[in-house]
Nanobody, 120 residues
Framework: QVQLVESGGGLVQPGRSLRLSCAAS????????MRWYRRPPGKARELVAS????????YYVDSVKGRFTITRDNDKNTVHLQMNNLKPDDTAMYYC??????WGTGTDYWGQGTQVTVSS
């Protein structure tokens, strides 16, 4: 079955960095785009970044452009989110996501999430 396991969250001071990782299994990783979402406290979930299967087309929400970088390692079935110059507004639960179509039906898959808290 599809599994996504996030790691790398924690408590950091503003201006510091964190690197999130998502280990994927149970599907053909190399063919699927991958995404990072976040849900800040009391707010709606938002798409933070996405990466195509070939790493040729990436997306970033405006608030993280120039600070966050999404990468993938197709040999290790892993996707990363490098987060630099973190701000208190980046505080959220971060989720790894993929959307897989099988037999004409698409399904969203989510990890359990990893908490990022940015505070002095």
């Amino acid at each position: 079955q599809v599994q996504l396991v996030e790691s790398g969250g924690g408590l950091v001071q503003p201006g510091r960095s964190l690197r999130l990782s998502c280990a994927a299994s149970g599907f053909t990783f190399v063919t699927e785009p991958m995404r990072w979402y976040r849900r800040p406290p009391g707010k709606a979930r938002e798409l933070v970044a996405s990466i195509s299967s070939t790493n040729s087309a990436n997306y970033y929400v405006d608030s993280v452009k120039g600070r966050f970088t999404i990468t993938r390692d197709n040999d290790k079935n892993t996707v990363h989110l490098q987060m630099n110059n973190l701000k208190p507004d980046d505080t959220a639960m971060y989720y790894c996501n993929t959307y897989i179509v099988s037999w004409g039906t698409g399904t969203d898959y989510w990890g359990q999430g990893t908490q990022v808290t940015v505070s002095s």
